[in-house]
C-alpha cells in the first residue's frame, strides 16, 4: 500500500528488458549511437513533430531547467504557478542555470494558472525598462502538481496570452503521459499545436529507471541547448542506456496504457474514498494523484497497516485538518486501493 | 576492435544482474532508500574513511563539477592539468557551477602536474589583493587523460604544495580503479592519506551504466553540496538504481578486476605496438590507455578492417605524426588486441 | 516643481565643495587613500560600530547586491516586502550577484513587511530538505518604497523572527537618512541594536552625487565581499573621490539635516494636498514621498504647468484611479511646494 | 614623483569644472537627461560611428566585463593576451558576468597578442563539439598594459584571425587615448575600420573622475546590454555627472592632448632613463608606461626620496632583477621626470 509518489516504485519489465537487449557490443558514446537516434525519431513520431530537437536527460530537474534556461535571456522573468515543481521543489534551479532568472509566482486552481491571474501578472511585468527586468517564459506542468489536467484549450488559451506578451512556453511534463491519457487528445494537440515551444517529456514516473525527454518544437528558437546539457553535466556517456528507456516506453503505446492505468487506479481510489465517512476529496481528481483530508483516526489505522502516503499542506481544504497526497502509478494493484480504502474505513 | 574510449562499452553482466535485483517493490526515492545507505556504507569502507560523505550522480563531468564547486568561493581559481578533462572537454562546467570561477592551466608529462610548473604557478598567483582573484584548489586526475598514474608520494607532494597556499585537492578519479589496479596500493593510501579532499569516484567507464560517487573525506569542507546538487537537477528520483550499480562494482572486488583486466589489456596493447616497425609509443603505458604514433598506411588498413580508435593531436611525438589514443576497457578481450596489432602489422 | 526623485536632483554644495577639495596631489588608488579610510571611520562613529566593515560603492542596486550576495549562499532564499526596490527595479541583480538566490515577496501596507505574513512566508519555507532551497537572508527597506518608516521596535521585531530562523538581516537604506530624520532615534538603535547585520546607507539622494556605504556590522558574516565588489566592477580606482561625498555628508550632521528638509517639504505637501478637493493621500506620510490619487483635471492643470512626478500605479487606493507619487528632495524649497498644490487646486 | 599608476592622479581642471556646471537644477535621472545624450553624440562623433550604442559607466572593469559578457554566450571562450588586465587584475569579472565564460590566454611582446600564437590557440579550440566549449571573442587592450601599442593594421591583422573563426573583438581602451595619441590614427582607423566590434572607452585614467564608455559599433550585437548593466548595478542614477567628466574630455581635443601630454613624459623619462648606467628599459616605449630594471642601490635611492612606483614582476628581463613599472599622467610634470631620474642616477 505505497501511494507516496510515482517515484518510489519499479521500473516496468518492458524498460527493463530494453535496457537488457541495449547492452550489447561497443556503441559510440555521448548520444551517437543509433539507439539514440532511434528513439529521438520516435519521440518525434509520438509528438508529430518531425522537426523538433529531442535530447534525453536522467532527472525532470534537469529536464525543467535545461528546457527553460534555453528559452530565456539570463535575466529573464519566468512565470509559473505558485505550485509548480519548479518554484518549490528544485533548489532554484531556474536562478541557477539561466544564471539571475526569476520565477514570478501565479495563483490557480488545481494546480492549473487562472487565465485572470496571468493577465494580471502580465499586465504588472509590462513596465518597459531596464528597471523590471524582461518578462520571458511561460511554463505549465501538465498534468498538475495538484493533480489538475490542462484541455488542450485552456492550454492554447495560455500560450496565446504569453505570445501576445512576447513569452516563450514550456510545459512540465513530468506527468505528462497521465495527463495525455487523460484527455485522451493527442500529444500534438496538447503541446506544439496548442502553443507550446517546449516540452519536458517525463519518463521516470511513466516506468522507466530514469529518462525525461527535451523536446524543442522549434529548435531556432534554443540555440545554446546543447552546451547547457554539456557544462550541467547532463550528457551521460554510455547515452544508449537513456535512451533504450524512452524508446521502450513509446513502442506500442506503452507509455499511454501504463499512465492509463496509473489514472483508473487513482479514479478507483478517489471514488471509494469519497464514500468514507468523514474524507473530502480536496481537489476533482483528473490524473493520478488524490489530494485528500482524512479524519485522525483513520490515519492513524492506516499508518500501523503499514500504508505509506505524504501528508501534503499545500492542497488542503482548511488549515488544520489532515490534508495527503495519494499517487498512483503504473504498478498500483486495485487491491492495494481496496485494500487502503478499507483500512482507512476501519 | 573498438579501441575508442572505454565509456563505448557494454555494462558489467553483474552490474546489470545488481539492476534487476534493485527492481522489486517500492523504495523511498531520492537516496532514502536502502540500498543507497549499502552502496554510501561500501564506499566508505572500501577508501577506509568512515566519516566521508558520499553521493551518487549519474555523470563524471556532474561529479567533478559539484565536488570542485562545494570546495571552492565563486571567484576562486582552481589549478589543473593543461590537459584536464574538466579544463578541455567539459565546456566550461567549473565556471558554470562556481558561478564565477577559473581554472588555471598548469603542464607536465603524461597528463600529471609538474611541481615545478605548479610552484611557479601558485607563485604566479601569490598576489594578496582582490584584483588577482584567490587560488582555491587543486584537481588531479588520476589515472590522467595522458595515460599516466600519480604514485601516492606524487599526490602527496602535490598536495603538501597545495595545502601550503591554502588550497583544497580534489581528485578526478574517472578512471581512479585504473590507477589503483596499476598501484596496487590502497585507496585510501592514494587520496586522503595523500591529502586528497574530495574524489570523483568513477564507476562508468570501469563497467557500470552510469554512475560515480562524489566522495568528501571532510564534510565540513563542503556544506552546501547536496543543494548544488538538487539544483542542478542530479538528485535522481528513483535513487537506488544508481546505488545498485556502485555497491555491484564494490563487492568482492570486481571494480580491481576490472580495472586491471583493462590494464592488461593495454599492456598487452602497447608491448605488442612497439614491436610493429614504424609505430612509437608517445607516452609509457601506466594504466589502460595507448597513445601511439603510427604509420599512415597501418593506419589506413586498420581503418578498413573495422578498427576503431580516435586521433588524439593532444598528445603526440611531433606535428604532422597521426597519433592516436586506444582505450582498453573491461570487455576488451585479447583476442582483440592481438587482431588489431596484427591488421597494424600488415 | 520636480517632483519625480529625489535623485533627480543636484549634488548639495558642500559636497561639491569637498570633491573639489580631494581634488589635490596624487593618492593610492582603489581605497588605500587616507580620504577612505577617514570617510570609513565617520560611518563606523556615526553608526557607533567601531568593528563594522565599511565600504564605498556608486549605486543603491550595487551596494544592495553586494550586501546581499555575501550574506547568503548562492542557492539562499530572500524574503523582501512585495513592492521592494530589490525585487521590482534593480533587474533581478539578487539572482544574478548570487548566482542562484530567489527573492520571496511578503505583503504589508506601506511597504513595511507584515509580521504575520512575514510567519507564514518563513513556516512554508521551513521545510527542511534539497527540494525547497534554503532560507538565508531578510531585507528591510527604511524608508520603505511605499514613503512607510519602521521604528527600531519594528525592525527588532522583524529580525527576531529572521534570527530565529536563521536568517541575516539587510537593511536597504537609499533613504536611511529620512528614516533616521523622521523617528529622531539613533543610526545605531534602528539598525546593529536592532538585529541588522548588514546596511546599505545612501548618500546619493540623501545630497550626494553617486555614493552609498555598504555596511557589514560583524564583519565575519560576509568574508568574501570585497572580491565580489572587485569582480563586479564597483571598486573604483579614483576611490577618494567616493569617500569624499560620504565624509561631507556625514560632518556636522548635514546628512540629516538635508533628509530631515526633506521630509519637512513632504509634510507641507501632504499637508496642504489633503485639503484640496478631490484628492486622497494613500499611505500616510512617513518620510519623504507622497502617494496621493488626483482628479484628472487637477493632473492636467498641473502638467501643463510644468510639474514633474510620476504616476505610481503599485501605491494607490482604487482600480482606475489616478495614483501618483511626489517626492521632496534636499532640494525642494517650501515655494515649490505651494506652487505645486496652487496649481492642482486650480 | 608618484609615477604609480595614471590613476591615482587628480581630475583635470576641465573636468572638474564640468561636473560643476552640470550641478544645476533637476535632470531626468538614469541616464535620460540631456547631458547624457549629449556626451554620447559627441562619443559617436569622435568615433566616427553614428550608429553605435553608446553607454557609461563608472569603472574600467566594470565597461569591460559589460562589453564582453554582451557580445559571448554564457558559455563563450574568450581569448586575451596572457598579461591582460581582464585576466590578471578584475577578480574573476568575465566569469562571473557570463555565468560561465572562460578567459584563454595568448602570449605575445608588449603585451601584444602575437597571431601566430593566437592562430595556434584557435586551432586548438576548433575542436566541433560541446564537450570543448564554444569559441566566441577576441580582447585587445590598447595600448597595452605592458606598455605596447597596437597600430591599426596590427589590429585589423588579428580581427581579421578572430572573424574568421566566428568571434567578436572587443577591445579595452582604458588607455585608448595614449594608444590614439601615440598612432596619430584615428579613433575609427584603430576601432570599427579595424574589425573591432565593442570599445571600453577609458576615461578615468585620461583625467576623469570616474567615467568610461562602453562603445558596441554594431548594437545588434548586444541586445541584452542594458539588462545586464542594470543587475550589475551600474546604471548611476545622478547619470549627468558620469555624462559631463566625458563630454568634457572629448571637447576640443581634451583627450588627445592629455595623452599625448603623458606620452611625452614617458618618452622624456625612457629617454633620460636609458642613459642613467645599470638601468635597463624593458620594453620599448610607445605609450605611458615604462618598464625598466633598476639597479638595487638605484632604487633605495630614489625609494628615499619619496618617489612611488610599483615594482612589477609580470614584465622583467630576468629572474631576480628589480623590474619596476614607471606610468606617466596627465598632471606629470617634466620636473617630476627630471627629478627622479637624477634620484636614480644619485
Chains 1, 2, 3, 4 share one sequence.
Not at 124 to 144: C, Q
Amino acid at each position: 500500500m505505497n501511494f507516496a509518489s510515482d517515484n518510489t516504485s519499479t521500473v516496468h519489465p518492458k524498460v527493463m528488458e530494453a535496457l537488457i537487449r541495449a547492452n550489447e557490443g561497443h556503441a559510440p558514446s555521448y548520444g551517437a549511437d543509433a539507439l539514440t537516434e532511434a528513439a529521438k525519431a520516435r519521440v518525434r513520431e509520438v509528438l508529430e513533430a518531425p522537426e523538433a530537437e529531442v535530447h534525453f536527460i536522467a532527472s525532470g530537474t534537469g529536464a525543467n531547467a535545461l528546457a527553460i534556461s534555453s528559452l530565456v535571456p539570463s535575466w529573464g522573468k519566468v512565470f509559473c504557478h505558485e505550485g509548480a515543481h519548479v518554484l518549490t521543489s528544485e533548489c532554484g534551479s531556474i536562478p541557477f542555470w539561466t544564471g539571475g532568472g526569476t520565477l514570478v509566482p501565479v495563483p490557480g486552481a488545481a494546480g492549473k494558472i487562472d487565465p485572470d491571474a496571468l493577465a494580471q501578472a502580465l499586465h504588472e511585468s509590462s513596465r518597459p525598462d531596464v528597471h523590471a527586468g524582461e518578462r520571458s517564459a511561460l511554463t505549465l506542468t501538465n498534468s498538475t502538481e495538484a493533480g489538475g489536467v490542462y484541455a488542450p484549450a485552456e492550454v492554447a488559451a495560455l500560450t496565446a496570452q504569453a505570445r501576445a506578451a512576447g513569452l516563450a512556453v514550456h510545459m512540465d511534463g513530468a506527468r505528462f503521459g497521465n495527463a495525455v491519457a487523460a484527455l485522451e487528445c493527442t500529444p500534438a494537440d496538447l503541446t506544439h499545436r496548442a502553443g507550446v515551444d517546449a516540452l519536458s517529456f517525463g519518463g521516470t514516473k511513466n516506468g522507466a529507471m530514469m529518462v525525461e525527454a527535451v523536446v524543442i518544437f522549434d529548435p531556432a528558437r534554443a540555440p545554446g541547448l546543447e552546451m547547457r546539457r554539456m557544462r550541467a553535466g547532463h550528457l551521460l556517456s554510455k547515452h544508449r542506456f537513456l535512451a533504450a528507456q524512452m524508446l521502450a516506453l513509446l513502442t506500442d503505446g506503452l507509455w499511454l496504457e501504463l499512465a492509463a492505468h496509473a489514472n483508473a487506479m487513482a479514479e478507483r481510489l478517489a471514488a471509494a474514498l469519497a464514500a468514507v465517512p468523514g474524507v473530502t476529496i480536496n481537489v476533482p481528481r483528473q490524473a493520478n494523484q488524490i489530494f485528500a483530508t482524512l479524519p485522525a483516526e483513520a490515519h492513524t489505522r492506516a499508518r500501523k497497516a503499514g500504508a505509506v502516503y505524504h501528508p501534503w499542506p499545500r492542497v488542503q481544504a482548511e488549515e488544520g485538518d489532515l490534508s495527503v497526497r495519494m499517487v498512483c502509478g503504473w504498478s498500483t494493484t486495485p487491491d492495494e486501493v481496496d485494500r487502503l480504502v478499507a483500512t482507512l474505513r476501519g
